[in-house]
Nanobody
Framework: QVQLVESGGGSVQAGGSLRLSCAVS??????????MGWFRQAPGKEREGVAA???????TYADSVKGRFTISRDNAKNTLYLQMNSLKPEDTAMYYC????????????????????WGQGTQVTVSS
């Protein structure tokens, strides 16, 4: 069973930065075989895709974070990262990492329904 554990959340002021990490374990195939994504959910809102990187290292971002967030993966460390810069109060949410074996079509990488392994989440709070 694939297990994902997020870390790195916290409280920052607008304009600040945070780096989220997601440690992956328990996978049957190599970590590099999994496509990975970051999602977030604010209170009263639906979960939304933030950034994703597939097994070929192709990357996609939600329009709301382009130019501010950077997703990366270290296959040697079985870890996924999300560098978040220029944070805004509207970025406040619980952030989740997710994994799926293989490579979904690129245009659906930010759809949560495509992923079947999820972490417990890490809270990010941005104050104005």
């Amino acid at each position: 069973q694939v297990q994902l554990v997020e870390s790195g959340g916290g409280s920052v002021q607008a304009g600040g930065s945070l780096r989220l990490s997601c440690a992956v374990s328990g996978y049957t195939y190599t970590y590099s075989s999994y496509s990975m994504g970051w999602f977030r959910q604010a209170p009263g809102k639906e979960r939304e895709g933030v950034a994703a990187i597939d097994s070929y290292r192709r990357i996609t971002y939600a329009d709301s974070v382009k130019g501010r967030f950077t997703i990366s993966r270290d296959n040697a460390k079985n870890t996924l990262y999300l560098q978040m810069n220029s944070l805004k109060p509207e970025d406040t949410a619980m952030y989740y990492c997710a994994a799926v074996l293989g490579t979904p079509p690129f245009d659906v990488l930010l759809r949560s329904a495509r992923y079947n392994y999820w972490g417990q989440g890490t809270q990010v709070t941005v104050s104005s």
